[in-house]
């Protein structure tokens, strides 16, 4: 049985047994030595130190677990072989052979060459080229075709900066261990000297006479200042889309956090508007999951944009993490996923219709008067008006709660028949035949004849559990010749004329007798000392037909016909 000691490594704890933490010491002390006189020691342990506790978490598979002399020989291994440096013999007795770390580039951002993020740089390091061949292909997306600017932002928020030393030498394709390591921060001093020795060069050997004309005229060539000029205007223009993105990502992740605490709550307290949306969803999937839904595949990239503006305006800005990308990556593909199914379901549900008719026999005949009037329930609502494809929700007398529909229309045909007829056809739709069927059979539709007075009820009303269908009612009337007709002016928007329909009741005929002909009527009451003015608009998707006091007009999608006082014009719309 070992002890264990707890040690701090570059910001992070380990569990590290007595033996191994013995040689691991030793290894350290004796790298320490090594470096006594090198330029940027400090910066050099700092960074093998770093890259030693990246090699111990990468062997770890439980934070728990203890760093046992196995993990030690191993990472001293990878780092480099004793004989490198100036330590002691007897420490690497039994040490194995050095194990080359792989050389495979690692794709970062290069923020120390950056113009922007860093991004053409780094990919530069990974494939080997120089980076203004990728600079010059980003322009070509951006102003060509469009899709630069999103690939580079996708970029931007997947790429890790290189921050630390290992992560610059895995950016060139450099073995991570301790001789590069050191060259690398030797290299950086180097630069910082060499960059010393020659200002101080051109200083002592400097003109001084002649040094304040010559700084302002060549020490920065036109070239250079206008590149200076441009980079600052594109870092503006970033900053300030970085603001926008901010604004619009929170708005939205606002306004969908508040929209799902309300819909989402309100499924389990059922207020009276979410009625609505219950009798809507047909497919029975729980509102509040659809709202869950909704809120992770529109949440997510509004998330995306609001962190990408954040990593715009915050340098440095420290990752999510690849799991939490990975993690919210999942999130939205499963929503997304999961709402197209559900859309499919709720289209297939309204993917066939059907009706069902009842026709029966109205004790009228050629030598009776029959007004035909719309009636309504004020306990459901108190316009008489039809409404296409609405509904509302009401309760009846019992206290059940039931669909409201106006969508319905009646048709006037004329019969030789002696007696009149009505049949009425109940529509709806369902996720096929049968189902849509059984739904059209659900339809509560009512009429009365009283006297000689047709009253026709202005709406349909079906259970709350028949979901709203597109339920409708058609009514066909038909009247033997001879009859005398009299339409209530309540009836104007329930028997519009529909193309083939051949509906005999024209609009602008309510509240005049009208005698039933063949496939027609005759105006019994119409003035015949004045110009009784004609008002008829038939119309439909394709076509339409109007025909009024000035005269007829009628068109369609290839040609447009007008009759009036001028004459006859015939326009073709090809031209």
Known sequence: MNKTVNINLAGIFFHIDEDAYAKLQRYLEAIKRSFTNSQGRSEIISDIEARIAELFTERMKTEKQVISIKEVEEVIAIMGQPEDYLVDEEIFEDEPKVKTSSSSRKLF????????????????????????????????????????????????????????????????????????????????????????????????????????????????????????????????????????????GASTLIALFISLFSVGTSSFFSPWWMDYAHVANTTGMPIWLISLLVFFAVGVPFFVIFYLGLKILVNNLKSIGNIAKFTLLGLWLASILTLTVFGIREATEHAFDASVTQKEELYITSKDTLTIKMVGNKNYDDNIRRRHRSFQLVYNDNGEKLIYSSDLKFIVRSTKDSLA???????????????????????????????????????????????????????????????????????????????????????????????????????????????????????????????????????????????????????????
């Open 109 to 248: 951002r290069d923020t120390e060459n950056a113009y922007v993020g860093g991004v053409s740089s780094g990919l530069g390091h990974y494939f080997d080229i120089d980076p203004l061949w990728i600079r010059l292909a980003w322009v070509i997306l951006m102003f060509g075709f469009g899709t630069g600017f999103l690939i580079y932002i996708l970029l931007w928020i997947l790429m890790p900066a290189a921050q630390t030393t290992a992560d610059k030498l895995a950016m060139s394709g450099k073995p991570v261990n301790i001789t590069n390591i050191e060259q690398k921060v030797k290299e950086g001093f180097g630069n910082v000297k060499d960059s010393i020795e020659d200002a101080a060069e051109k200083i002592k050997n400097q003109d001084y006479s002649k040094a304040g004309n010559k700084i302002k005229s060549s020490s920065r060539s036109f070239f250079d200042a206008l590149g200076n000029i441009i980079m600052f205007f594109f870092k503006v223009i970033a900053k300030f889309i970085g603001v926008i993105l901010i604004i619009v």
């Open 421 to 575: 007829s009505i049949s009425i056809e109940k529509n709806s739709e369902g996720r096929n035949y049968q189902n849509a069927k059984e739904g059209a059979e659900k339809i509560n539709y009512n009429y009365a004849l009283v006297g000689r007075e047709l009253q026709l009820d202005s709406y349909l009303t079906t259970d709350f559990k028949n979901k709203f269908r597109n339920q409708q009612v058609e009514i066909i009337i038909n009247l033997p010749e001879g009859t005398v007709l009299f339409a209530d002016d309540n009836t104007y928007s329930y028997h519009r004329n529909y193309r083939n329909s051949n509906d005999i009741l024209d609009n602008g005929m309510e509240e005049h007798y009208l005698k039933v002909i063949e496939d027609d009527v005759l105006c019994l009451d119409c003035p015949e000392d004045e110009n009784y003015k004609v008002n008829v608009d038939i119309h439909d998707d394709e076509s339409s037909l109007k025909i009024n006091e000035d005269g007829i007009i009628g068109e369609d999608q290839d040609v447009k016909v007008e009759i009036d006082s001028n004459g006859i014009s015939i326009e073709s719309k090809d031209n």
